[in-house]
């Protein structure tokens, strides 16, 4: 089945600070957005499968969130928890257009 | 077309064979398992860690669901079998669904043994077995005091020390003079009890269970001899019985255990069973290698492979209690066919006993110090000829040379880590495909090590024989993260003496291997920085942990708490009122007296947070900081009859001179009126007892969960001499402290006598007082700062689209 995504418009970019995440709610889904140190922008969700930890609050390192409660690694690219732990976390595409970030829903 | 294989239960024992059939061929079978408890696979030998609060319910799965669906194993949980009609090749459950079977795994695992005396149906009776039976102790443990385990084996032993880790006062009873009789003989039994008692626990030897009593929950037990002790729990440990009731149904040969042969097929063809449900050479099982040995045995006959089939195993056990470091394996008793090596060094704590046969070493019992366990029992399942080694040379500790030849030695397939249940060939495989070089990348890459550690040795040994010359154990031990090989003292100097600027600098030039660092060093550097140059480094939010970052602790449900400030556990009528109504505006679910004597706000929402800051108009508490938290002190002189000096005016004082600036880990402070110590001030980081003719100083007390008591230090006459104090106190711990790391580690590494002599001498303290003035008048109070400062509030609104 096809599943036809939305592009949604969030926030301006300059108000996204850097390596510190944000959370956001689309449509009632839970979402954190993070401006990595090299620039990019990236959304996850934003819990963390194992105890449902805000991933939006963890601290970011790289291309690596890592979750407040219990410190699990989540890779904030394709949303894999690192070894030794196991699970993945939706991954959501981001743009950005004229200073704003959009997010694919 | 594929088979059908169908798998009755989903333990620990079932899902290896599973796993061990897929390495083979992931080709062969259409996979169902069917399992009775509501949870994916997990590891149960981790249960013990989970109720001594080491591992949370949730680390110890060893599949999720995503296991299965990644290998298309069809998985019902929460459903149980209720009949295998082996005629029609099918079985039933108690859903009404039947499913058909080519081959069909039986791996129903045991259940706890529970004693048929009056009373066992009684509420707080129950086994030691399940995730379930661990949320129940767990949970009982928060309401009721008092448990007594009955069996002093390793089960019963783990669980009672659990228990006392959860706060209940334990008694453990047993039927034998001797714990662990199966696997200790009387004098490491006798040196394992001893150890035990000195950690709180009590014992009921040769007590025989007659009657468990109470009205609808437990109330207490009754003994043959007449005696009783009463409890509100009661943990049963005095074995496991095997489950064969679907079997022995279904016209399967059973015993204790259901009978199976060295390829663990049972009586009737293509119906298999394995762990702790089968019996094979007339003995059921309970522990965690045989069961992957047959695992092993079960998925090379369904592949086809040619072997030789199971051949029983040889135990060994390792009791998961911290303080009790033992290995038993094989024999435990000397008979007329073997003789033993002992030593037996009582002043040290240590007993080794090797038990000797034809040469080869048949038993192997170790207490106090279990390193040569691994090697031993290596020795043992090998049948290695001991001839050439010297009887000391069996029981000196291992050389180079002797743990080298005992890994190679190993087969690929042989148990390194017996709580994870990996493999050498795991680890060399892990090693040499993912470039690993140190026990910590092992740990994280596999697994090995991570729960109980006491595999470390070993893995070390494996990771020194793959990688040959090129590993070096000393490298990684000193580091200060796994991203660094420089101490936490040389990463400080290198700092001072290069006069690095930022966390980025100090990164790059030092070459830390990850060059944005890891949640250990990001923080930590943070700390150093500001610690290094306090006018010239600015916070780095991004660097701290979410409660650092947002001023306020983060519950295990999102939401944050809100402590504010009561200097010296002081509050007035205005505050509570305010208090109050803001807990009832902002629908605040728990409203609690803290650990600190302060009034705190739990579960606040993450968007009210600055709002409710805003409306209490309190500055922070700092509750949730590595800071000095509070100061707790009596009333003293102001309004108690036997307080000597003005405690409460002191305690406020010390708290507004020494709060806000950050300090390697947290710290509480205390103040008392009198030598009656009503503020406990003994076990804080820094106290004062107030007494006639001045004030008794002490430090370095507490500092964690291993308790410790302050150290003495000097009497002074006045006020401004402690505050003086305290702060150079509290700037060497700033200056000197692991980021992390209390005060009591901290005093112990330094050395309570270096700390005075710094302390005492006046140009020294001076410096320290200076330094620590310095760095205070960096900080602001951080509410009404982050209210002042618009980009900072926005980190707590939460986008809403």
């Known amino acids: 089945m096809m599943k036809t995504k939305e592009i949604v418009k969030i926030m301006k970019l300059e108000s996204l600070p850097k390596q510190i995440g944000k959370e956001v709610h689309v449509g009632g889904e839970s979402i954190a957005l993070f401006h990595l140190s090299n620039g990019d922008v990236r959304a996850i969700g934003s819990r963390c499968p194992h105890t449902n930890g805000p991933l939006a609050e963890g601290i970011v390192s790289g291309e690596f969130v890592f979750c407040p409660l219990q410190n699990w690694k989540v890779s904030l690219i394709t949303g894999e928890v690192q070894k030794p732990d196991d699970g993945t976390v939706p991954t959501y595409e981001t743009k950005i257009i004229d200073g704003y970030v959009y997010i694919a829903v | 077309?594929?088979?059908?294989?169908?798998?009755?239960?989903?333990?620990?024992?079932?899902?290896?064979?599973?796993?061990?059939?897929?390495?083979?061929?992931?080709?062969?079978?259409?996979?169902?398992?069917?399992?009775?408890?509501?949870?994916?696979?997990?590891?149960?030998?981790?249960?013990?860690?989970?109720?001594?609060?080491?591992?949370?319910?949730?680390?110890?799965?060893?599949?999720?669901?995503?296991?299965?669906?990644?290998?298309?194993?069809?998985?019902?949980?929460?459903?149980?079998?209720?009949?295998?009609?082996?005629?029609?090749?099918?079985?039933?459950?108690?859903?009404?669904?039947?499913?058909?079977?080519?081959?069909?795994?039986?791996?129903?695992?045991?259940?706890?043994?529970?004693?048929?005396?009056?009373?066992?149906?009684?509420?707080?009776?129950?086994?030691?077995?399940?995730?379930?039976?661990?949320?129940?102790?767990?949970?009982?443990?928060?309401?009721?005091?008092?448990?007594?385990?009955?069996?002093?084996?390793?089960?019963?032993?783990?669980?009672?020390?659990?228990?006392?880790?959860?706060?209940?006062?334990?008694?453990?009873?047993?039927?034998?003079?001797?714990?662990m009789e199966q696997q200790l003989d009387a004098p490491a039994a006798k040196m394992l009890k001893k150890d035990l008692e000195a950690q709180g626990m009590k014992f009921l030897m040769e007590k025989q269970t007659t009657e468990i009593y109470g009205n609808e929950r437990v109330e207490g037990i009754k003994f043959s001899d007449g005696t009783s002790v009463e409890c509100d729990l009661v943990v049963m440990a005095v074995g496991i019985r095997p489950n064969i009731q679907l079997a022995k149904h279904a016209g399967l040969d059973v015993n204790r255990g259901i009978i199976v042969d060295d390829h663990m097929q049972t009586s009737i063809p293509s119906i298999y069973a394995v762990g702790e449900c089968a019996e094979h050479n007339g003995i059921t099982y309970g522990l965690v290698a045989p069961l992957y040995e047959q695992g092993t045995a079960l998925a090379e006959y369904l592949t086809g492979a040619k072997t030789t089939g199971y051949q029983g195993s040889i135990l060994s056990t390792q009791l998961k209690v911290a303080g009790c470091d033992l290995f038993s394996g094989g024999k435990i008793a000397e008979d007329d066919e073997t003789d033993a090596i002992i030593v037996h060094d009582q002043f040290a704590g240590v007993?080794?006993?090797?038990?000797?046969?034809?040469?080869?070493?048949?038993?192997?019992?170790?207490?106090?110090?279990?390193?040569?366990?691994?090697?031993?029992?290596?020795?043992?399942?090998?049948?290695?000829?001991?001839?050439?080694?010297?009887?000391?040379?069996?029981?000196?500790?291992?050389?180079?040379?002797?743990?080298?030849?005992?890994?190679?030695?190993?087969?690929?397939?042989?148990?390194?880590?017996?709580?994870?249940?990996?493999?050498?060939?795991?680890?060399?495989?892990?090693?040499?495909?993912?470039?690993?070089?140190?026990?910590?990348?092992?740990?994280?890459?596999?697994?090995?090590?991570?729960?109980?550690?006491?595999?470390?040795?070993?893995?070390?040994?494996?990771?020194?024989?793959?990688?040959?010359?090129?590993?070096?154990?000393?490298?990684?031990?000193?580091?200060?993260?796994?991203?660094?090989?420089?101490?936490?003292?040389?990463?400080?100097?290198?700092?001072?003496?290069?006069?690095?600027?930022?966390?980025?600098?100090?990164?790059?030039?030092?070459?830390?291997?990850?060059?944005?660092?890891?949640?250990?060093?990001?923080?930590?550097?943070?700390?150093?920085?500001?610690?290094?140059?306090?006018?010239?480094?600015?916070?780095?939010?991004?660097?701290?942990?979410?409660?650092?970052?947002m001023d306020g602790n983060i519950q295990n449900n999102g939401t944050f708490s809100v402590v504010p400030r009561m200097y010296g556990g002081t509050t007035t009528g205005d505050e509570l009122i305010r208090l109050g109504e803001v807990a009832n505006k902002y629908d605040v679910p728990l409203v609690k007296i803290t650990g600190a004597s302060r009034v705190g706000l739990y579960g606040v929402k993450k968007e009210d947070v600055p709002h409710v800051w805003e409306d209490l108009g309190m500055r922070s508490g700092y509750a949730y900081s590595k800071s000095l938290r509070n100061v707790k002190s009596c009333v003293g002189s102001r309004f108690c009859r036997f307080g000597t000096q003005d405690s409460l005016g002191l305690g406020i004082r010390l708290e507004k001179e020494i709060e806000m600036v950050d300090t390697p880990h947290k710290m509480k402070m205390g103040v008392s009126g009198c030598p009656?110590?009503?503020?406990?001030?003994?076990?804080?980081?820094?106290?004062?007892?107030?007494?006639?003719?001045?004030?008794?100083?002490?430090?370095?007390?507490?500092?964690?969960?291993?308790?410790?008591?302050?150290?003495?230090?000097?009497?002074?006459?006045?006020?401004?001499?402690?505050?003086?104090?305290?702060?150079?106190?509290?700037?060497?711990?700033?200056?000197?402290?692991?980021?992390?790391?209390?005060?009591?580690?901290?005093?112990?590494?330094?050395?309570?006598?270096?700390?005075?002599?710094?302390?005492?001498?006046?140009?020294?303290?001076?410096?320290?007082?200076?330094?620590?003035?310095?760095?205070?008048?960096?900080?602001?109070?951080?509410?009404?700062?982050?209210?002042?400062?618009?980009?900072?509030?926005?980190?707590?609104?939460?986008?809403?689209?």
């Open chain 2, 1 to 179: 077309m594929k088979r059908k294989l169908v798998m009755i239960g989903n333990g620990m024992a079932g899902v290896r064979s599973i796993e061990e059939i897929l390495k083979r061929n992931r080709e062969a079978f259409n996979i169902t398992i069917v399992g009775d408890e509501p949870h994916p696979n997990y590891n149960r030998i981790m249960l013990s860690h989970v109720l001594q609060g080491k591992t949370g319910i949730n680390e110890i799965n060893i599949n999720g669901w995503k296991w299965y669906e990644d290998n298309n194993i069809t998985l019902f949980t929460g459903e149980k079998v209720t009949e295998i009609v082996h005629e029609e090749k099918e079985i039933k459950t108690d859903l009404g669904r039947t499913i058909s079977y080519d081959e069909l795994i039986i791996a129903t695992g045991s259940s706890a043994f529970i004693l048929p005396v009056n009373g066992s149906q009684l509420e707080g009776v129950i086994g030691f077995r399940t995730v379930q039976d661990t949320e129940f102790m767990i949970e009982t443990a928060s309401r009721f005091k008092k448990a007594v385990v009955i069996g002093g084996g390793l089960l019963g032993l783990e669980a009672a020390r659990g228990l006392m880790d959860r706060g209940m006062e334990v008694e453990v009873v047993h039927l034998m003079p001797s714990l």
């Open chain 2, 676 to 801: 009656r110590n009503c503020a406990e001030v003994l076990t804080k980081d820094f106290g004062v007892v107030c007494v006639e003719n001045g004030y008794q100083l002490y430090f370095g007390g507490n500092g964690g969960t291993e308790v410790r008591e302050c150290d003495s230090f000097i009497t002074v006459k006045t006020e401004d001499e402690v505050i003086k104090i305290a702060k150079a106190y509290t700037q060497y711990y700033r200056e000197t402290g692991i980021y992390n790391e209390r005060t009591a580690p901290w005093v112990e590494r330094i050395g309570a006598e270096n700390i005075k002599l710094i302390l005492s001498n006046e140009n020294r303290n001076a410096e320290l007082v200076e330094r620590f003035n310095q760095a205070k008048n960096t900080y602001e109070e951080a509410w009404s700062s982050t209210l002042l400062n618009m980009k900072k509030k926005e980190m707590f609104e939460i986008v809403k689209i």
């Open chain 2, 351 to 549: 007993y080794k006993k090797v038990l000797v046969a034809n040469n080869k070493v048949v038993g192997v019992v170790l207490y106090g110090d279990a390193s040569d366990g691994t090697r031993l029992f290596t020795m043992l399942k090998k049948e290695t000829d001991i001839s050439e080694f010297t009887s000391a040379a069996v029981l000196q500790k291992a050389g180079e040379d002797a743990v080298d030849e005992m890994i190679a030695d190993m087969s690929a397939d042989e148990t390194v880590c017996g709580c994870n249940g990996v493999t050498k060939g795991t680890i060399v495989q892990a090693i040499l495909e993912q470039d690993l070089k140190s026990f910590e990348e092992v740990k994280t890459c596999t697994k090995a090590g991570a729960s109980c550690g006491k595999c470390r040795g070993v893995v070390e040994g494996i990771l020194s024989h793959t990688l040959g010359d090129s590993f070096d154990p000393a490298a990684e031990k000193t580091g200060m993260c796994a991203c660094t090989s420089l101490t936490r003292d040389e990463v400080v100097a290198e700092i001072k003496e290069k006069g690095l600027q930022s966390p980025k600098e100090v990164r790059n030039v030092l070459k830390f291997t990850n060059e944005e660092g890891c949640p250990a060093c990001r923080p930590a550097l943070n700390y150093y920085m500001r610690m290094v140059w306090p006018e010239e480094y600015e916070d780095d939010k991004a660097s701290r942990f979410v409660n650092e970052r």
